[in-house]
């Protein structure tokens, strides 16, 4: 690994995509406190990370900030800490929620065409 100074903030996050050559998209969630209706919603954060640890989709990771590796790339992964479990699950079904209207559509259109 190159020798990479760290410096700033540090973060623990989920690895979402890493379809780029040595670099992880991660993502975070955060809550926020909204007074108007004094209850918190959720948030999330999503950066591009250095990847040179190889860490994979759905591995759950520690980024440090460090100087500009390029222009979207400010973060080194320095850490995998483990895997998250559900991560695939909660995948699989999104692509499957993607897909269903589609099949839905293809159906009606097809009744349609019968009649």
């Given at each position: 690994?190159?020798?990479i100074?760290?410096?700033?903030?540090?973060f623990?996050g989920i690895?979402?995509s890493?379809?780029m050559?040595?670099?992880?998209t991660?993502e975070?969630?955060?809550?926020?406190y909204?007074?108007k209706?004094e209850?918190?919603?959720?948030?999330r954060s999503?950066?591009?990370?250095?990847?040179?640890?190889n860490?994979k989709?759905?591995?759950i990771?520690?980024?440090?900030?460090?100087?500009?590796l390029?222009k979207?790339?400010?973060?080194?992964?320095?850490?995998?800490?483990?895997?998250?479990?559900?991560?695939l699950?909660?995948?699989a079904?999104?692509?499957?929620?993607?897909?269903?209207?589609?099949?839905?559509?293809?159906k009606?259109?097809?009744?349609?065409?019968?009649?």
């Open positions: 690994m190159k020798n100074t760290v410096r700033g903030r540090t623990t690895v979402v890493t379809k050559a040595k670099t992880a991660v975070w969630e955060y809550r926020t909204l007074q209706y209850r918190y919603e959720k948030q999503r950066v591009k990370a250095h990847n040179e640890m860490a989709k759905g591995d990771v520690e980024i440090k900030e460090c100087r500009p390029s979207t790339k400010n973060f080194v992964i320095t850490k995998i800490i483990g895997q998250e479990r559900l991560f699950e909660r995948e079904r999104l692509e499957e929620s993607k897909k269903a209207p589609v099949e839905k559509k293809k009606i259109v097809e009744e349609e065409e019968a009649e």
